[in-house]
């Protein structure tokens, strides 16, 4: 009996709850993660249109 229970124990012992779980972690984890890099990209790309809108601007008017 001692080793043959060893794998039905296993099997007995459900891992779909801790799968969701660790799946429910890892895609809110992913999710902000994707969300907060989109943001950061976004941002930087705004910051440095809005610069190059700037610079073009002044050398429009310079000229």
């Given at each position: 009996m001692g080793h043959?229970?060893?794998p039905q124990a296993q099997e007995h012992f459900d891992l779909q709850p801790v799968l969701d779980v660790?799946?429910?972690y890892w895609l809110r984890a992913m999710f902000s993660l994707d969300h907060a890099a989109v943001?950061?990209?976004f941002a930087d790309k705004l910051r440095v249109e809005i610069e190059d809108r700037k610079a073009s601007h002044r050398q429009n008017h310079r000229e």
């Open positions: 043959g229970a060893s660790v799946k429910g943001d950061i990209v």
